[in-house]
T-cell receptor
Framework: DTGVSQDPRHKITKRGQNVTFRCDPISEHNRLYWYRQTLGQGPEFLTYFQNEAQLEKSRLLSDRFSAERPKGSFSTLEIQRTEQGDSAMYLC?????????????FGEGSWLTVV | GNSVTQMEGPVTLSEEAFLTINCTYTATGYPSLFWYVQYPGEGLQLLLKATKADDKGSNKGFEATYRKETTSFHLEKGSVQVSDSAVYFCAPLHSGNTPLVFGKGTRLSVIA
């Protein structure tokens, strides 16, 4: 079990550019989550998948954001036309949904800085 | 929906002091309860959890007891170390399809 891995760990981009983050969940975990965290705040939920189906999206997820999990394994989060307000850490997490008490495991996060 | 209230930080303690970080939650039904810890520049790590009333989660000297009657899950440690300096998050998780909900967390600084 190698844990949840995220790539890249750090990304600096110019305003208006597109960026994509990748998340590889723990193998056989059927649920995958994306969160955003800004300095001094707790993680804010963005969206989650069960297998390849995107089951819920937060209102925080504007039209510039899109997430996919095409084969029910890894996921990508793309931000189009980045803005300075998108600067944050993007956290991916995964869990095995099998009833109560499922633990959600987080990756190390992907830091985005928009200049 | 689920929500959580944690004591405001930052909390500053001397090494070997006793730690309590209060956490109360609101949730439908009987959620599982988690404490996560975040060290500077890193993601969240699971610290401990409890899945039903009166359960006690424990790890690395930290403990928290699921109190259904007071809807609380306070984190305690008898003797903190400098290495415990981090941000701590309490989070309820219902067994349904709602994701984890986090508050702002409580920053702990332990000084030697």
């Amino acid at each position: 079990d190698t844990g949840v891995s995220q790539d890249p760990r750090h990304k600096i981009t110019k305003r208006g550019q597109n960026v994509t983050f990748r998340c590889d969940p723990i193998s056989e975990h059927n649920r995958l989550y994306w969160y955003r965290q800004t300095l001094g705040q707790g993680p804010e939920f963005l969206t989650y998948f069960q297998n390849e189906a995107q089951l819920e999206k937060s209102r925080l997820l504007s039209d510039r954001f899109s997430a996919e999990r095409p084969k029910g394994s890894f996921s990508t989060l793309e931000i189009q036309r980045t803005e300075q307000g998108d600067s944050a850490m993007y956290l991916c997490a995964s869990s095995l949904e099998s009833g109560a008490g499922n633990t959600i495991y987080f990756g190390e996060g992907s830091w985005l800085t928009v200049v | 929906g689920n929500s959580v209230t944690q004591m405001e930080g930052p909390v500053t303690l001397s090494e070997e002091a006793f730690l309590t970080i209060n956490c109360t939650y609101t949730a439908t039904g009987y959620p599982s309860l988690f404490w996560y810890v975040q060290y500077p520049g890193e993601g969240l790590q699971l610290l401990l959890k409890a899945t039903k009333a009166d359960d006690k989660g424990s790890n690395k000297g930290f403990e928290a007891t699921y109190r259904k009657e007071t809807t609380s899950f306070h984190l305690e440690k008898g003797s903190v170390q400098v290495s415990d300096s981090a941000v701590y998050f309490c989070a309820p998780l219902h067994s349904g399809n709602t994701p984890l909900v986090f508050g702002k967390g409580t920053r702990l600084s332990v000084i030697a």
